[in-house]
């Protein structure tokens, strides 16, 4: 039913990348890349170091730039001039590998700040939510914490909550466990897991297979630039179709 | 205390103030400017950042004391406006020191990692709210201790305005000794109190770094 | 703007300019040479065993440089008028002294950086204190501290001018002389603005070369 569903929603995709193609210089680091992302779908990026899976997802906030292609956000086009994009980013949350808390402010202040400056919000309004996404991320207690005195995995469920504060439709997360320590990832998985529950439209970068065995609608991997595979979970898992899958899955999941 | 100091205590003290209000006047508007400057530089701005890269070079290539001369005499002159010795000293003083602020918080904002501007970004801030809320309040912090350092030295250039007949501590001091004609006495007592006022600044410098300063 | 700027009559002073920036030279130089002889004497003194001699370090630098210099040349000039050094060097002593407490705090931390075991090692072959210091860790350190040694260096020029206050002829205090002669107040500081900013610059890019060709030496030898 809800597969359905999702398909019939693939008619108006929320995400839709068209042909991009990105280069630093000489070095081509997306090449051609395309894929739509519909309303409520869970879709994990992965590939090796370098294939550009960062790169992609962040080209979708429009944080990197790129050059040829396109991308729309609930039909508004990212790499326009015209597009206003801190409006647009105000509804994708994005979380980072290296969860980039403000160092300098508290973990409530973190999650009040665009609530106030960029979506103007009162200060008892953003304080309230910042309030309640620390509850749902079960960090009630580290309010007045500064980001030093958390545990990475802490850190990264603030930085959730900071994403969340501005009740995006898009949720975007890059690597988001790859810098934890073992002990600490589950704790940063459950909050997504219970996030895609509730239907939250996703693009997580990951090379945590069973996250992506347990909750994604579809798997697309890269290699060089190219999205190489982009195929539903099952089939992803069962019989990737190229070598390059096949070989990167032996690889990750000897471990 | 000797009473050479004793009876001129006031006078000098008068003096101090003077010096002090210098300096606080000079370390705001001097850091003021040194903001302006380094996110012009750091955020590229075309055109202004050569302005302001020239302005730092020349200064950071010229005495305090030649800037002085030429805020007090060569500006008036070339542009035919009056000025006072006090007026021209602020004026020097903000722009020198500026040009030493400008490149210690331009290294500061160059401390803050990319990816921290992106996920500022990423919630939606404009580029100016990611500079005025996340980069430069971070910047700042780290480096409070070379700000200290730069007001510590800004408070002992004070005693260079007394050449051009500012009344401050060092000007009346030698006022007084001029007088009185017990020049180690009164120059021990004025270079004790420089030095307690320095060490005072910059433990205030070294406490505010403790209490604020992130990683 | 009714002020038309004429550099002839900065031209026809060129001879005075020129004795001036000599001053301005010689007075550097000098200074210069004292403030590295105290520095690296109060800097190592910062790093000795004895406790004794660290605090005396610290309470030098601490005193020293947060004393205006003004202060320290009106000491020499004034305060010991009664020993009739002359104004030169009573710039030097002062320049001297109070950019020695710079110095000392650049050689310290340029100590620092050497490895411990350096030092060990020199002492277990056989070499005395001295000569572990002198032929191990200072030629280490000097590579650390070069760039940090060129801006006290500049520093120093540019603070030379305050010898003109105690009446020494730098180029500083002929520049005022000129003014009064010739009242062409703008052209005359803009010359000697130039002219101290060729001097620190040819001085830090010297230092800065130097530093280069030494590490290329340095690399070159190691890397045979």
Same mark, same amino acid.
């Given at each position: 039913?809800?597969?359905?569903?999702?398909?019939?929603?693939?008619?108006?995709?929320?995400?839709?990348?068209?042909?991009?193609?990105?280069?630093?210089?000489?070095?081509?680091?997306?090449?051609?890349?395309?894929?739509?992302?519909?309303?409520?779908?869970?879709?994990?990026?992965?590939?090796?170091?370098?294939?550009?899976?960062?790169?992609?997802?962040?080209?979708?906030?429009?944080?990197?730039?790129?050059?040829?292609?396109?991308?729309?956000?609930?039909?508004?086009?990212?790499?326009?001039?015209?597009?206003?994009?801190?409006?647009?980013?105000?509804?994708?949350?994005?979380?980072?590998?290296?969860?980039?808390?403000?160092?300098?402010?508290?973990?409530?202040?973190?999650?009040?700040?665009?609530?106030?400056?960029?979506?103007?919000?009162?200060?008892?309004?953003?304080?309230?939510?910042?309030?309640?996404?620390?509850?749902?991320? =079960?960090?009630?207690?580290?309010?007045?914490?500064?980001?030093?005195?958390?545990?990475?995995?802490?850190?990264?469920?603030?930085?959730?909550?900071?994403?969340?504060?501005?009740?995006?439709?898009?949720?975007?997360?890059?690597?988001?466990?790859?810098?934890?320590?073992?002990?600490?990832?589950?704790?940063?998985?459950?909050?997504?897991?219970?996030?895609? =529950?509730?239907?939250?439209?996703?693009?997580?970068?990951?090379?945590?297979? =069973?996250?992506?065995?347990?909750?994604?609608?579809?798997?697309?991997?890269?290699?060089?630039?190219?999205?190489?595979?982009?195929?539903?979970?099952?089939?992803?898992?069962?019989?990737?179709?190229?070598?390059?899958?096949?070989?990167?899955?032996?690889?990750?999941?000897?471990? | 205390?000797?009473?050479?100091?004793?009876?001129?205590?006031?006078?000098?003290?008068?003096?101090?103030?003077?010096?002090?209000?210098?300096?606080?006047?000079?370390?705001?508007?001097?850091?003021?400017?040194?903001?302006?400057?380094?996110?012009?530089?750091?955020?590229?701005?075309? %055109?202004?950042?050569?302005?302001?890269? %020239?302005?730092?070079?020349?200064?950071?290539?010229?005495?305090?004391?030649?800037?002085?001369?030429?805020?007090?005499?060569?500006?008036?002159?070339?542009?035919?406006?009056?000025?006072?010795?006090?007026?021209?000293?602020?004026?020097?003083?903000?722009?020198?020191?500026?040009?030493?602020?400008?490149?210690?918080?331009?290294?500061?904002?160059?401390?803050?990692?990319?990816?921290?501007?992106?996920?500022?970004?990423?919630?939606?801030?404009?580029?100016?709210?990611?500079?005025?809320?996340?980069?430069?309040?971070?910047?700042?912090?780290?480096?409070?201790?070379?700000?200290?350092?730069?007001?510590?030295?800004?408070?002992?250039?004070?005693?260079?305005?007394?050449?051009?007949?500012?009344?401050?501590?060092?000007?009346?001091?030698?006022?007084?000794?001029?007088?009185?004609?017990?020049?180690?006495?009164?120059?021990?007592?004025?270079?004790?109190?420089?030095?307690?006022?320095?060490?005072?600044?910059?433990?205030?410098?070294?406490?505010?770094?403790?209490?604020?300063?992130?990683? | 703007?009714?002020?038309?700027?004429?550099?002839?009559?900065?031209?026809?002073?060129?001879?005075?300019?020129?004795?001036?920036?000599?001053?301005?030279?010689?007075?550097?130089?000098?200074?210069?040479?004292?403030?590295?002889?105290?520095?690296?004497?109060?800097?190592?003194?910062?790093?000795?065993?004895?406790?004794?001699?660290?605090?005396?370090?610290?309470?030098?630098?601490?005193?020293?440089?947060?004393?205006?210099?003004?202060?320290?040349?009106?000491?020499?000039?004034?305060?010991?008028?009664?020993?009739?050094?002359?104004?030169?060097?009573?710039?030097?002593?002062?320049?001297?002294?109070?950019?020695?407490?710079?110095?000392?705090?650049?050689?310290?931390?340029?100590?620092?950086?050497?490895?411990?075991?350096?030092?060990?090692?020199?002492?277990?072959?056989?070499?005395?204190?001295?000569?572990?210091?002198?032929?191990?860790?200072?030629?280490?350190?000097?590579?650390?501290?070069?760039?940090?040694?060129?801006?006290?260096?500049?520093?120093?020029?540019?603070?030379?001018?305050?010898?003109?206050?105690?009446?020494?002829?730098?180029?500083?205090?002929?520049?005022?002389?000129?003014?009064?002669?010739?009242?062409?107040?703008?052209?005359?500081?803009?010359?000697?603005?130039?002219?101290?900013?060729?001097?620190?610059?040819?001085?830090?890019?010297?230092?800065?070369?130097?530093?280069?060709?030494?590490?290329?030496?340095?690399?070159?030898?190691?890397?045979?």
């Amino acid at each position: 039913m809800a597969a359905s569903l999702k398909v019939n929603a693939m008619d108006k995709p929320t995400i839709v990348i068209d042909d991009v193609s990105k280069a630093y210089g000489a070095t081509q680091v997306l090449r051609h890349c395309s894929t739509r992302i519909a309303k409520g779908e869970v879709v994990v990026v992965c590939g090796p170091s370098g294939s550009g899976k960062s790169t992609l997802i962040k080209c979708i906030n429009g944080l990197e730039p790129f050059q040829s292609g396109s991308i729309t956000v609930e039909g508004v086009e990212v790499g326009s001039p015209r597009t206003n994009l801190p409006k647009l980013r105000m509804r994708i949350g994005m979380v980072f590998q290296h969860f980039e808390l403000y160092p300098h402010m508290t973990a409530l202040e973190n999650i009040m700040l665009a609530q106030v400056r960029a979506l103007k919000r009162s200060r008892a309004e953003a304080e309230a939510r910042a309030r309640s996404l620390l509850k749902r991320v =079960g960090l009630e207690a580290k309010a007045n914490a500064k980001p030093a005195n958390l545990s990475g995995g802490q850190q990264q469920r603030v930085a959730i909550a900071r994403a969340l504060a501005l009740d995006p439709q898009v949720m975007l997360f890059d690597e988001p466990t790859s810098a934890l320590d073992p002990e600490m990832i589950s704790e940063v998985l459950d909050v997504m897991i219970e996030l895609a =529950g509730e239907g939250m439209t996703m693009a997580v970068v990951t090379h945590e297979m =069973g996250f992506a065995r347990r909750v994604a609608d579809r798997v697309i991997f890269m290699d060089q630039g190219c999205i190489v595979e982009d195929a539903a979970k099952e089939q992803f898992f069962a019989a990737p179709a190229s070598e390059r899958a096949r070989e990167f899955l032996s690889k990750i999941l000897a471990h | 205390m000797p009473e050479v100091i004793l009876k001129n205590l006031p006078f000098m003290l008068q003096g101090l103030a003077t010096s002090l209000q210098i300096s606080a006047m000079v370390a705001l508007g001097g850091t003021l400017l040194g903001l302006i400057v380094a996110v012009i530089l750091y955020s590229r701005v075309p %055109v202004l950042s050569v302005v302001s890269r %020239v302005y730092i070079e020349f200064i950071r290539g010229t005495p305090l004391l030649v800037v002085l001369f030429i805020a007090f005499f060569g500006l008036p002159a070339l542009f035919g406006y009056q000025t006072t010795a006090y007026k021209a000293t602020v004026v020097a003083f903000i722009l020198f020191i500026g040009a030493y602020l400008a490149e210690d918080i331009r290294s500061g904002l160059m401390t803050v990692k990319p990816t921290l501007t992106q996920a500022a970004l990423a919630t939606g801030l404009t580029q100016g709210q990611a500079l005025r809320f996340v980069v430069v309040p971070l910047a700042v912090r780290r480096i409070i201790p070379t700000l200290f350092n730069q007001y510590v030295r800004l408070f002992k250039f004070t005693s260079v305005a007394s050449v051009i007949g500012v009344a401050e501590f060092t000007g009346n001091a030698m006022l007084v000794n001029a007088r009185e004609f017990q020049p180690v006495t009164i120059l021990a007592f004025v270079a004790l109190t420089y030095l307690v006022i320095c060490l005072i600044l910059s433990g205030i410098g070294r406490w505010l770094y403790a209490r604020l300063a992130v990683s | 703007m009714n002020y038309t700027l004429q550099f002839g009559p900065i031209w026809d002073n060129r001879a005075l300019i020129l004795d001036g920036f000599v001053t301005t030279i010689l007075l550097s130089a000098a200074a210069l040479v004292l403030a590295i002889v105290i520095g690296t004497l109060v800097g190592t003194a910062a790093t000795a065993q004895a406790r004794s001699l660290r605090v005396l370090s610290i309470a030098y630098v601490e005193s020293m440089r947060n004393i205006p210099l003004l202060i320290h040349m009106y000491f020499w000039y004034n305060g010991l008028s009664f020993l009739k050094i002359p104004a030169f060097w009573c710039g030097v002593l002062g320049l001297a002294l109070y950019s020695g407490a710079y110095v000392a705090e650049i050689v310290r931390s340029g100590i620092g950086s050497v490895p411990r075991g350096q030092r060990q090692a020199a002492l277990a072959s056989g070499l005395t204190n001295a000569q572990a210091m002198l032929f191990v860790v200072y030629p280490q350190a000097l590579r650390a501290i070069i760039p940090s040694l060129a801006s006290v260096f500049s520093q120093l020029i540019k603070d030379s001018s305050l010898a003109s206050v105690i009446a020494v002829a730098d180029i500083t205090y002929q520049a005022s002389a000129i003014e009064g002669q010739t009242f062409r107040t703008f052209e005359i500081y803009i010359t000697v603005c130039l002219l101290y900013l060729a001097l620190v610059t040819v001085v830090s890019q010297t230092l800065t070369i130097l530093s280069g060709t030494r590490d290329g030496l340095a690399r070159r030898v190691a890397d045979a």
